[in-house]
């Protein structure tokens, strides 16, 4: 018999959810297999069996978090497709070979599992999780109805346990309702509660520390999309036809964005404890929506790309986002970011820095309004507004507005930015 576990997946993630199950208990597997779709904070991957067999027994369900080094699986590599060990052989197995019994209780969901002090409790198939919850809710799982067809008690069904009235033999009844009292609100008229997802965790998790951690403030400017609308209109179908990628508008805000970058160089820059550290790289980032949340995948070297370059990594990447392709090489670093709310109808709003970054570029849609021209005629321009949000603690005002400026004086005049490429 052997364990499949959560293997190392980068040096920053140390724990994932489950997300689904690509195998079921007595389905065989060869070596290199998925077995597993692991959603972590920052991408969804596929965990692949270390062995051929069959599995056996399937330890945490989906929704369940998980650790490295956690064990998930049983698989029998002498086993036969659609077998499956019932628990009388298990039992006897684990008093035949202690050693492998001490091993594995020093797995963290063995050591959850021995923790309860009722020996019946001891005989229910629950998950990690839903023991756990047991725990903190003092509630006896071998009285826990669970509406799994395999019996199998999950977290929601310690939580409609505790939720039950209260037998006159039940211990303690007011620690039962404490915990549930103290981390939730009740309601009533009807609502639903929905977990969240782990990457929309840590998406919660990292916009309340930039707010907490950079001293963050947002300047504003509006440019006039006359000149690269007219550009584009008149290049687009060539474009098209030579690069295979259609010409839109982030190439040009990432080319203005790496010019004015090259002219301020603090906003390409971060903080590592007391020292300043200035990147001499270009890697942008480009905000994407997906259903999971937002993710910001990096076009590398954007001051190396010409257009063409740039919107066939943009249109590369964002199609990763959304079929959830993305890996975290596609993420990590970065030097600033773009983001583009006009997609959404977005007029005006302040960006949050994409830490450890000190700045965002924020993009809105484009309207037509009355603008008083430099002869005082007044013409109906398609106006955009844009939003930078900086660092303080390294970033002057002074450099902000210097900064949005430039990037709003080379889109109103493009044809330098395509000469120079």
């Known amino acids: 018999m052997q364990e499949i576990k959560i293997p190392e997946l980068a040096e920053s993630i140390t724990e994932g959810t489950i997300a689904e199950w690509l195998v079921k208990k007595g389905d065989k597997v060869e070596k290199g297999d998925p077995i597993v779709e692991l959603e972590t904070d ?16 399937i330890l945490s369900e989906e929704g369940d978090d998980v650790s490295v080094g ?34 594995k209780a020093e797995a963290p969901k063995a050591a959850e599992a021995d923790s309860t002090n009722d020996s019946n409790a001891s005989e229910v198939i629950a998950s990690p999780a839903a023991r756990k919850r047991a725990r903190e809710l003092n509630i006896d799982l071998s009285k826990v109805n669970a509406r799994d067809p395999l019996g199998r008690i999950r ?24 915990p549930a009292a103290a981390n939730k609100t009740e309601f009533d008229k009807p609502v639903e509660r929905v977990k ?35 550009l584009r209109k008149q290049r687009k179908d060539k474009f098209l036809e030579k690069n295979g990628v259609k010409l839109g508008f982030m ?20 903080i590592q404890g ?12 480009i905000a994407v929506s997906t ?9 590398r070297d954007a001051d190396r790309l010409d257009f063409a370059g740039i919107e066939g990594e943009i249109v590369n990447l964002g199609k990763k986002a959304r079929d959830n392709k993305l890996g975290l090489k596609d993420l990590q670093g970065g030097s600033f970011t773009i983001t583009n709310g006009g997609t959404f109808g977005s007029m005006m709003s302040t960006p949050i820095l994409n830490a450890p970054q000190v700045g965002i570029l924020g993009m809105h849609n484009i309207v037509k309004r ?40 080379m889109l109103e005049d493009p044809y330098d930015l395509l000469l120079e490429g």
């Open 196 to 230: 969240m997802t782990r990457r929309r965790q840590t998406i919660a998790k990292n916009l309340v520390n930039v707010q907490h951690e950079t001293a963050m403030l947002t300047t504003f400017n509006e440019v006039d999309m006359t000149a690269v609308m007219e």
């Open 291 to 299: 259903d999971e949340g937002l993710v910001v995948p990096v076009v």
């Open 42 to 57: 920052k991408v969804n991957v596929e965990v692949n069996s270390d062995f051929s067999g069959v599995i056996t027994e």
């Open 274 to 285: 007391n020292e300043l550290v200035v990147k001499k790289f270009y890697d942008i980032g």
């Open 251 to 270: 190439s040009f805000f990432t080319k203005a964005v790496v010019g004015a970058l090259k002219e301020f160089p603090l906003l390409n820059a971060e």
């Open 155 to 178: 977290p929601e069904d310690v939580e409609t346990a505790a939720q039950a009235p209260s037998e006159p033999k039940a211990p303690k009844p007011a620690k039962q309702e404490a």
């Open 70 to 103: 956690d064990t998930i699986a049983n698989l029998d590599e002498n086993g036969e497709a659609g077998d499956a060990a019932p628990a009388e052989t298990q039992k006897e197995e684990k008093q035949e070979a202690p050693a492998k019994q001490e091993e």
């Open 370 to 409: 009355a603008m008083v021209m430099p002869d005082d005629s007044i013409e109906v321009r398609p106006m955009m507004y844009l939003a930078l949000s900086y660092d303080h603690r390294i970033v002057d005002g002074k450099e902000a507005v210097q900064f949005l400026v430039r990037v709003k004086q």
